[in-house]
């Protein structure tokens, strides 16, 4: 089955840290653009982050440029988000979303961040 | 690039035809598509290119437009179609998503 599973949401302070991951199965993530995109409570979606099939190439949202960092583990067919000095602004459920051409056409069930003292 | 999406909600009966727009601050070409996303779950990919349906989508659902302008139709709403609805530009970077459309049944 084709799908995404994402990990590592939870409850953390302003100012700390955590590690999102998206594992992938029934297809390569290696051959495929990924995206993150979150969803703060009642809100709508907003893209956060890209990483193009070469592993390299990073496109981020001026809101976390400088903050998170996007990347893969090809062994593991898993892409990952480290997101460093969070905000209040960052609680959201974040959505690992895969490139299918011009469209985003395979999303995870989301994982939730609450960045709260 | 933002995208504006037109209504924030709408209220329709069982087989009324609903209509969405999304119109975006400059021109996109044809490279925009549609989600849906239920109470709860993730958002579902309904259309992309503007009018190419996603496979096993209803055909109720349907597409058009160029450049700035944008329709998302849902020829006979049925009572599974309550959802909020999003476009999303994926013309150039960053990526962006109207609003969303809260579609509820009357």
């Known amino acids: 089955e084709v799908q995404l599973v994402e990990s590592g949401g939870g409850l953390v302070q302003p100012g700390g840290s955590l590690r999102l991951s998206c594992a992938a199965s029934?297809?390569?993530?290696?051959?495929?653009?990924m995206h993150w995109v979150r969803q703060a409570p009642g809100m709508g979606l907003v893209w956060v982050s890209r990483i193009k099939s070469d592993g390299i190439s990073t496109t981020y949202a001026d809101s976390v440029k400088g903050r998170f960092t996007i990347s893969r583990d090809d062994a593991k067919n898993t892409v990952h988000l480290q997101m460093n000095s969070l905000r209040a602004e960052d609680t959201a459920v974040y959505y690992c979303?895969?490139?299918?051409?011009?469209?985003?056409?395979?999303w995870g069930q989301g994982t939730l961040v609450t960045v709260s003292s | 690039i933002q995208l504006t999406q037109s209504p924030s909600s709408l209220s329709a009966s069982v087989g009324d035809r609903v209509t969405i727009t999304c119109r975006a601050s400059?021109?996109?070409?044809?490279?925009l598509a549609w989600y849906q996303q239920k109470p709860g779950k993730a958002p579902k990919l309904l259309i992309s290119i503007a009018s190419t349906l996603e496979s096993g989508v209803p055909s109720r659902f349907s597409g058009s437009g160029s450049g700035t302008d944008f329709t998302l139709t849902i020829s006979s709403l049925q009572p599974e179609d309550l959802a909020t609805y999003y476009c999303?530009?994926?013309?150039?970077?960053?990526?962006?998503f109207g609003g969303g459309t809260k579609v509820e049944i009357k």
């Open positions: 999303q530009q994926l013309n150039s970077s960053p990526l962006t």
């Open positions: 400059q021109g996109i070409n044809s490279y």
């Open positions: 029934g297809f390569t993530v290696s051959t495929s653009w």
């Open positions: 979303t895969r490139d299918g051409s011009y469209s985003l056409d395979l």
